[in-house]
Protein backbone atom coordinates (compact mmCIF):
# COMPACT_ATOMS: atom_id res chain seq x y z
CA UNK A 1 0.00 0.00 0.00
CA UNK A 2 1.19 3.78 -0.81
CA UNK A 3 1.89 5.70 2.01
CA UNK A 4 2.95 8.76 2.05
CA UNK A 5 3.98 11.12 4.65
CA UNK A 6 4.54 15.21 4.44
CA UNK A 7 6.79 16.90 6.71
CA UNK A 8 8.07 20.97 6.87
CA UNK A 9 4.48 22.39 8.26
CA UNK A 10 4.66 25.36 10.60
CA UNK A 11 3.78 28.88 11.91
CA UNK A 12 5.36 31.43 10.02
CA UNK A 13 4.38 35.29 9.78
CA UNK A 14 2.99 36.88 6.67
CA UNK A 15 5.37 37.06 4.31
CA UNK A 16 7.14 34.47 4.84
CA UNK A 17 8.22 31.43 3.56
CA UNK A 18 8.08 27.68 4.10
CA UNK A 19 8.72 24.40 2.51
CA UNK A 20 6.61 21.35 2.45
CA UNK A 21 8.00 17.68 2.02
CA UNK A 22 6.37 14.54 0.86
CA UNK A 23 8.12 11.61 0.39
CA UNK A 24 6.43 8.25 -0.63
CA UNK A 25 6.71 4.64 0.20
CA UNK A 26 5.59 1.37 -1.32
CA UNK A 27 5.48 2.89 -4.80
CA UNK A 28 7.29 3.80 -7.86
CA UNK A 29 7.27 7.23 -7.13
CA UNK A 30 8.72 8.07 -10.50
CA UNK A 31 5.37 6.51 -12.05
CA UNK A 32 3.00 8.81 -9.84
CA UNK A 33 1.58 12.21 -10.60
CA UNK A 34 2.07 14.15 -7.37
CA UNK A 35 -0.23 16.49 -5.96
CA UNK A 36 -0.52 19.49 -3.01
CA UNK A 37 -4.18 19.79 -1.38
CA UNK A 38 -5.17 21.80 1.58
CA UNK A 39 -7.96 22.23 3.78
CA UNK A 40 -8.88 24.96 5.78
CA UNK A 41 -11.98 24.66 8.63
CA UNK A 42 -15.18 24.89 6.82
CA UNK A 43 -14.20 24.63 3.55
CA UNK A 44 -13.40 22.08 1.00
CA UNK A 45 -10.46 20.46 0.07
CA UNK A 46 -8.54 22.15 -3.08
CA UNK A 47 -5.83 21.69 -5.23
CA UNK A 48 -2.63 23.43 -4.59
CA UNK A 49 -0.31 22.19 -7.23
CA UNK A 50 0.36 19.05 -9.09
CA UNK A 51 3.24 17.97 -11.19
CA UNK A 52 2.99 14.87 -13.16
CA UNK A 53 5.52 12.40 -14.51
CA UNK A 54 7.62 14.48 -16.64
CA UNK A 55 7.53 17.67 -14.47
CA UNK A 56 4.37 19.53 -16.00
CA UNK A 57 2.64 21.26 -13.36
CA UNK A 58 -0.64 23.01 -12.28
CA UNK A 59 -1.32 26.03 -10.22
CA UNK A 60 -4.38 27.07 -8.36
CA UNK A 61 -4.72 30.80 -9.47
CA UNK A 62 -4.87 32.04 -5.87
CA UNK A 63 -0.50 30.69 -5.04
CA UNK A 64 0.66 31.04 -9.02
CA UNK A 65 4.01 32.86 -8.72
CA UNK A 66 4.23 32.14 -4.96
CA UNK A 67 4.69 28.42 -4.84
CA UNK A 68 6.90 26.72 -6.83
CA UNK A 69 6.07 22.25 -7.15
CA UNK A 70 8.80 20.06 -7.32
CA UNK A 71 9.75 16.14 -7.05
CA UNK A 72 13.30 14.42 -6.59
CA UNK A 73 12.78 11.34 -7.87
CA UNK A 74 16.14 9.55 -6.60
CA UNK A 75 14.12 10.80 -2.89
CA UNK A 76 11.32 10.02 -3.44
CA UNK A 77 10.05 13.09 -2.47
CA UNK A 78 7.72 15.93 -3.92
CA UNK A 79 8.25 19.79 -2.52
CA UNK A 80 6.02 22.53 -1.92
CA UNK A 81 7.65 26.32 -1.94
CA UNK A 82 5.74 28.60 -0.37
CA UNK A 83 6.48 32.21 -0.38
CA UNK A 84 5.09 35.63 0.11
CA UNK A 85 2.41 33.67 2.69
CA UNK A 86 -1.45 35.15 3.28
CA UNK A 87 -3.18 34.01 6.01
CA UNK A 88 -5.62 32.88 3.77
CA UNK A 89 -3.06 30.41 3.17
CA UNK A 90 -4.06 28.87 6.55
CA UNK A 91 -4.74 25.44 6.21
CA UNK A 92 -4.05 21.67 6.52
CA UNK A 93 -2.03 20.51 3.33
CA UNK A 94 -2.31 16.97 2.27
CA UNK A 95 0.22 14.96 -0.27
CA UNK A 96 -1.68 13.08 -3.07
CA UNK A 97 -0.66 10.50 -5.52
CA UNK A 98 -1.86 9.05 -8.54
CA UNK A 99 -0.74 6.85 -11.02
CA UNK A 100 -2.81 8.78 -13.70
CA UNK A 101 -0.60 10.46 -15.98
CA UNK A 102 -3.07 12.54 -17.13
CA UNK A 103 -4.30 15.12 -13.95
CA UNK A 104 -1.86 17.88 -15.37
CA UNK A 105 -2.50 18.19 -18.92
CA UNK A 106 -6.10 16.92 -19.21
CA UNK A 107 -8.23 16.86 -16.41
CA UNK A 108 -6.79 20.55 -15.97
CA UNK A 109 -8.16 21.57 -19.20
CA UNK A 110 -11.49 21.77 -18.09
CA UNK A 111 -11.63 21.76 -14.26
CA UNK A 112 -9.07 21.92 -11.48
CA UNK A 113 -7.94 18.99 -10.22
CA UNK A 114 -10.35 17.07 -7.63
CA UNK A 115 -10.04 14.84 -4.48
CA UNK A 116 -11.58 12.08 -6.05
CA UNK A 117 -8.39 12.72 -9.07
CA UNK A 118 -6.27 10.88 -6.34
CA UNK A 119 -5.99 7.52 -4.62
CA UNK A 120 -3.71 7.75 -2.53
CA UNK A 121 -3.42 10.66 -0.02
CA UNK A 122 -0.97 11.80 3.23
CA UNK A 123 -2.04 12.52 6.98
CA UNK A 124 -1.07 16.61 6.61
CA UNK A 125 0.85 18.83 7.79
CA UNK A 126 -0.33 21.92 9.54
CA UNK A 127 0.28 25.48 7.92
CA UNK A 128 -0.46 28.56 10.00
CA UNK A 129 0.18 32.26 8.86
CA UNK A 130 -0.34 35.16 11.29
CA UNK A 131 -1.21 38.46 9.93
Known amino acids: QVRLEESGGGLVQAGGSLRLACTGA????????MGWFRQAPGKEREAVAC???????YYTESVEDRFTISRDNAKNTVYLQMSSLKPEDTAMYYC?????????????????????????WGQGTQVTVSS
Open 96 to 120: AADPSPDIVVVVTATRPPSVSDFGY
Open 26 to 33: RMTFNEYT
Open 51 to 57: INLNGRS
